[in-house]
């Protein structure tokens, strides 16, 4: 068997919006000017409080949790309102890949496991990963220790594994956890800091990750 390991923002779903608005409005309700999108955008990937701390290093905790709690009730009104909708291709590239009996999907996301579980259930995708790993029990990327879960859970040995993710955290994480790394090119990190933190390839849209995934099984 062979594990696949998604990220989820800036990988499977396009929540950009939702992410920028948010922490717009996370800062604005601390009193703190609102950063610019592409910033914001940078540190998708990373747990909550890591990227609140990279955002915000000059601020005290108290303010800090102030915009955690900001983002996440800003964040979590966006949702319900609007689901961040899966890039093209992303449901058919799902559908394959699990078709195949010999690879196994899985999931590794700086999001909460709420916020995953109602991505989940918002695109029915349940029943398609063998392991969901999160912000919730593991240290933020680009810790190895959710690839390190997932490969536990899905008994398979690194290098029978891919992660596949937009940003340079995933790529760092894959590297720590000796696992192959497969960049997009559609997410949130540009892709020369993907090449840079380890990618092997970057895909440029879904029917090619498809068709390098499927590739990669095979060998």
């Not at 449901?91 to 590794?108: F, I, M």
């Not at 029978?160 to 937009?166: E, K, R, T």
Request: proline share 6%; aromatic share 6%.
């Amino acid at each position: 068997m062979k594990l696949v390991v998604f990220d989820v923002d800036g990988t499977l779903v396009d929540s950009q919006h939702h992410i920028f608005d948010a922490m717009t409005a996370a800062f604005s309700g601390a009193g703190l000017q609102p950063l610019p999108k592409q910033q914001v955008l940078q540190i998708v990937g990373l747990s909550l409080p890591v990227a609140v701390e990279v955002l915000a290093p000059d601020q005290m905790p108290e303010t800090h949790r102030r915009i955690l709690d900001g983002y996440r009730q800003a964040y979590l009104a966006a949702r319900m309102a609007d689901a961040a909708p899966l890039y093209p291709g992303a449901r058919e590239c799902l559908d394959r890949l699990a078709s195949h009996d010999d690879l196994l999907l899985a999931v590794a996301t700086g999001k909460a496991r709420r916020g995953l579980d109602a991505m989940i259930e918002i695109h029915g995708l349940q029943g398609r990963f063998v392991s969901l790993q999160t912000a919730d029990n593991n240290p933020s990327k680009p810790h190895p220790a959710m690839l390190e879960a997932a490969l536990s859970d899905a008994g398979v040995d690194a290098r029978d594994a891919v992660m596949v993710g937009d940003t340079s955290f995933d790529m760092q994480m894959a590297q720590s956890a000796r696992v192959a790394g497969f960049g997009v090119s559609w997410g949130y990190h540009a892709p020369e800091l993907l090449e840079q933190a380890g990618a092997t390839l970057i895909a440029p849209d879904f029917p090619a990750l498809t068709k390098e995934i499927e590739e990669w099984a095979t060998t």
